[in-house]
């Protein structure tokens, strides 16, 4: 089993610039969601979807778009990337279904530099 | 905001217990607590969840208060592969309608040493 996919593992971009985060799951979760994690921080909830179609904003979506077109995938789109988006993200999914244990599978992490 | 509270940081020897402390005053009937922990900058990983009842698997126990309001985390024998951030979270039975937006807070980082 993949599990959760995230690439790519590092990325230096300048001001400016767009890229899109891809991850992918092969879990059939129906939820999944992304969180940045700045050094010594917490994890921050960016965006996140119960289901294909369905998408929300966490805590922290400015200067970041999703969408869930299939299951399987949740890209996450910087638009214009900014000095302060250099974080580590990671995307994480889960079950939504009644029963199921709610347990939230990671990714392994994009670092992500802005300069 | 996060729905949880924990001390920013604690020691433990190894081989003791590590019992990790969660407040979760306002958590509602419906919500779990869940514990994951983060080792370097690996993403996190998931150790256990509960509804009220106590819970044990391979890796750690739960003890949830009778009112629910807090919680406390179990390494029985901590070894320095624990040394890690761990997060206490609060989550809705799966399948609802309040399920999505799931927060974490700073966590614990549990320093286990020789």
């Known amino acids: 089993n993949a599990g959760v996919t995230q690439t790519p593992k590092f990325q230096v971009l300048k001001t400016g610039q767009s890229m899109t985060l891809q991850c992918a799951q092969d879990m059939n979760h129906e939820y999944m969601s992304w969180y940045r994690q700045d050094p010594g921080m917490g994890l921050r909830l960016i965006h996140y979807?119960?289901?294909?179609?369905?998408?929300d904003q966490g805590e922290v979506p400015n200067g970041y778009n999703v969408s869930r077109s299939t299951t399987e995938d949740f890209p996450l789109r910087l638009l214009s990337a900014a000095p302060s988006q250099t974080s580590v993200y990671f995307c994480?999914?889960?079950?939504?279904?009644?029963?199921?244990?709610?347990?939230?599978?990671f990714g392994e992490g994009s670092r992500l530099t802005v300069l | 905001d996060a729905k949880t509270t924990q001390p920013p940081s604690m020691d433990c020897a190894e081989g003791r217990a590590a019992n990790l402390p969660c407040n979760h005053s306002?958590?509602?009937?419906?919500?779990?607590v869940y514990w994951y922990r983060q080792i370097h900058s690996q993403g996190p990983q998931y150790i256990i969840h509960?509804?009220?009842n106590n819970e044990t698997n391979e890796m750690a126990s739960l003890i949830i208060t009778e009112d629910r309001k807090s919680s406390t985390l179990i390494l029985p024998h901590a070894t320095l592969r624990d040394t890690a951030v761990y997060y206490c979270i609060v989550r809705p039975t799966p399948g609802g309608t309040s399920y999505g937006k799931l927060t974490f807070g700073q966590g614990t980082i549990l320093t286990v040493h020789p």
């Open positions: 509960g509804l009220k």
């Open positions: 979807s119960v289901g294909a179609g369905i998408t």
């Open positions: 994480a999914s889960s079950y939504h279904r009644v029963g199921s244990t709610g347990e939230l599978f």
């Open positions: 306002t958590i509602s009937g419906n919500e779990y």
